[in-house]
């Protein structure tokens, strides 16, 4: 990199960081480095000379820098902030123009007229090729509506961009079109396809809004489901709660009989044979109170026809008809439709039951919880002691003859 290149960057980093608006959220620094990254990478392809690889990178570092004092024509005062910085380096007055004719060249419906313009309109459009092109463009979005300059909607700038892609923009180079176009053809089929999911989704909603208004009942089928769900998650949260202390204590009592009981036939170990039984006795009460928090309850699968004409069976719980033949099923529930109030009668036995159940298994885990805690504690108040009052100096005094 060339020295003039090293002070441009230093120069335009500076600038950026230190005296542009913070709602420029686009044009910012991270943009005007993308442009020089891609600046470089269509000259890498194009092998040009270096005076002009020179003139355009520099360009690249200059083209926005005139959002620092003005939204408005930024183009024309980028290119006097360019000139003021290159005549303090000594640069030329031709190359200084042709600097400044690539700066104008970014112009939004500005046509290039060689390829040098080419190169430098592509690399400001860039983004559109790229897969951070929707992160981007959301950037864009938010600038103008913080600089007070347009204010859109999500769909309506999804609008506008499928209109630029389809309309404004197109790629100049070979290079571009040949690596570029395809993520921008990817880019414009997704908002195309996000327009149209936005629209089916709100045809969803319109009709869900007038089902909603002529359904008195949408509130009762609502409140049962709501309330379904929540039994069902909180009777998950008991079962692994349950399997965790299963999981604990299976551990524990592992450990206890690999490595503790071993030493207990020693006589000096003597001291720990009531701390382990404790220890272990507590864990094996709490994992047989585990299981029966986690035991299904087996129930006869059966029901008659007369069950279901008087109503006393709840055909939504697979308890009650497991054992039933297919037909005789389909007949009950052909049965449980015709009668609004026998569907209702049904999920609120299934709630009623399933709450019954949530309560068993909430209290024997409660307790299982409580048995856990209290063979903790006195796990180790008898392993204190126990070390404390019988330890091994006081066994060895002991066997020791006097």
């Not at 585990?290 to 109503?311: C, H, M, Y």
């Not at 308890?319 to 007949?331: A, I, R, S, T, V």
Request: aromatic share 10%.
């Amino acid at each position: 990199m060339s020295q003039i290149l090293q002070k441009a960057e230093t120069f335009v980093t500076d600038l950026l960081t230190h005296e542009l608006d913070p709602n420029f959220l686009y044009h910012n620094l991270r943009h005007t480095q993308r442009v020089v990254e891609s600046i470089k990478e269509l000259l890498e392809h194009y092998k040009t000379e270096d005076s002009v690889k020179e003139k355009l990178i520099l360009a690249a570092w200059f083209h926005d820098t005139g959002y620092t004092k003005s939204v408005d024509d930024h183009e024309q005062v980028s290119c006097e902030i360019a000139k003021e910085f290159l005549l303090k380096e000594k640069t030329d007055s031709d190359t200084i123009d042709a600097i400044c004719q690539y700066i104008l060249a970014t112009e939004r419906n500005y046509e290039p007229k060689n390829l040098e313009e080419e190169i430098i309109r592509d690399a400001d459009a860039s983004h559109l090729g790229q897969k951070s092109y929707p992160d981007t463009t959301e950037l864009l979005r938010m600038e103008l509506s913080r600089l007070g300059i347009a204010h859109y909607t999500p769909s309506e700038w999804r609008e506008e961009n499928i209109k630029m892609f389809r309309s404004e923009h197109y790629y100049y180079t070979d290079y571009a079109k040949q690596n570029w176009q395809e993520r921008k053809d990817k880019n414009i089929k997704k908002l195309v396809k996000r327009k149209k999911d936005e629209k089916k989704l709100a045809k969803k909603e319109q009709l869900k809004a007038k089902y909603k208004s002529e359904s008195p009942e949408r509130g009762i089928q609502t409140m049962f489901r709501v309330t379904m769900r929540n039994h069902l998650k909180l009777s998950d949260i008991a079962d692994t709660k349950a399997n965790i202390l299963l999981s604990v204590n299976a551990i524990i009592i592992s450990l206890v009989l690999a490595n503790l009981i071993p030493k207990l036939d020693n006589p000096t170990n003597d001291y720990l044979v009531y701390p382990t039984l404790i220890f272990v006795i507590f864990s094996i009460i709490s994992m047989i109170f585990a299981i029966l928090a986690t035991r299904p309850n087996v129930t006869s699968g059966e029901f008659t026809k007369e069950d279901v004409k008087q109503k006393k069976v709840n055909l939504l719980f697979f308890g009650n008809f497991h054992k039933m033949e297919l037909p005789e099923y389909e007949w009950a529930i052909e049965e449980l439709i015709k009668d609004k109030a026998f569907v209702y009668s049904n999920l609120t036995k299934d709630l009623y039951y399933l709450g019954v159940v949530l309560q068993k298994k909430y209290k024997l885990l409660r307790l299982t919880y409580t048995i856990f805690a209290i063979g903790m504690i006195l796990s180790v108040i008898a392993f204190f002691v126990a070390l404390k009052f019988y330890g091994p100096d006081r066994v060895l005094e002991q066997l020791t003859p006097a």
